[in-house]
Nanobody, 114 residues
Framework: VQLQASGGGLVQAGGSLRLSCAASGSIFSISAMGWYRQAPGKQCEFVATITFGGLTNYADSVKGRFTISRDNAKDTVYLQMNGLKPEDSAVYYC?????????WGQGTLVTVSS
């Protein structure tokens, strides 16, 4: 099942965005979920993960600025991004943690202008 991220857009440096990812299926509530991103010309990188119990982990580059959360009742995972920087510009994807090959969706584009 592909996971579709939404909520991206164009924002000025220092601004905020909230990404959402709705997942269907009974395994969501027992699965660790993650956000990943890929900037043009770069490899896909880990951004944040959250376990089914709510334990979180962040890439050093976003620690203190981004917050991952989940609503198991809605089968949805979120990424609140504050203090955005131009280097945060990328296509953001949600997936399981570790990611599953058949769960990559189209992602949502985040563009941060300086």
């Amino acid at each position: 099942v592909q996971l579709q991220a939404s909520g991206g857009g164009l924002v000025q440096a220092g601004g905020s965005l909230r990404l959402s990812c709705a997942a269907s299926g009974s395994i969501f509530s027992i699965s660790a979920m993650g956000w990943y991103r890929q900037a043009p010309g770069k490899q896909c990188e880990f951004v944040a993960t959250i376990t089914f119990g709510g334990l979180t982990n962040y890439a050093d580059s976003v620690k203190g600025r981004f917050t991952i959360s989940r609503d198991n009742a809605k089968d949805t995972v979120y990424l609140q991004m504050n203090g955005l920087k131009p280097e945060d510009s990328a296509v953001y994807y949600c997936n399981y943690s570790p990611p599953r090959g058949n769960s990559w969706g189209q992602g949502t584009l985040v563009t941060v202008s300086s």
